[in-house]
């Protein structure tokens, strides 16, 4: 064992003896201390930046998406729970989330030079805006959608024959996503004038009668049909 007590006093040495002027241990545990306390401050700040205060803080959000979603479902509703702007548009992955915020950057940029400052500039924009945050849902099949609403705990038979229908044939075989129909559930749309709305009836169920069958039917049928594809 004499080995072992050698080797805890070379290391205790090591750390202990001065380097220039300050020794190896005190730089090993001041660098640790640096460190979470950079990690705190910067994960403060980023909480800071991800609520709907700070959101609403420049007169472009407050004075226009924002008195929008006040008066929907999202914003007031019976069971009293609120999105708040960051739940739909800031992913809640930390990677995700930091992708994001660089990436949200370019807006500090649009601040300064005062690209939508203006109710007539915003709305101007408006499509364009609405676009990047379509592509944007899409590509990560709604996201901040599913954050909240799982198609898993979706109640068919409590919704309308035809939104169970539609989700039953879109949304649960992954043909359709969340975006596609909701595009207009928390903001105005904009002029949606050769832009497809999504929300329309899909071609393939125009002209057909309401089926007799409950939701929970269509699905398994929607699932039989899937399986037989596939297989």
Known sequence: MGWIR????????????????????????????GGVMFWGAFNTALELTNTETFCTSCHEMRDNVYQEMSRTIHF????GVRATCPDCHVPHDWTDKIARKMQASKEVWGKIFGTINTRPKFLEHRLELA??????????????????HSSIAMDLQKQTQRAAAIHTRYLLPGRATCIDCH???AHELP??????PGWKMPPEL???STSSLTPIDEL?????ELHASNF
């Open 220 to 224: 398994r049928k929607a699932m039989r």
């Open 206 to 208: 125009e002209g057909q």
């Open 183 to 185: 595009k207009g559930i």
């Open 76 to 79: 007031s509703n019976r069971s």
């Open 191 to 196: 002029n949606m004038e050769g832009i497809d």
């Open 131 to 148: 676009q990047h945050e379509w592509a944007r849902l899409k590509a990560n099949d709604s996201l901040e959608c599913r954050n909240c």
């Open 6 to 33: 050698k080797l805890v006093l070379w290391a205790w040495h090591l750390v202990s003896t001065p380097a220039g002027t300050l020794s190896l241990g005190f730089l090993t545990l001041g660098g640790f201390v």
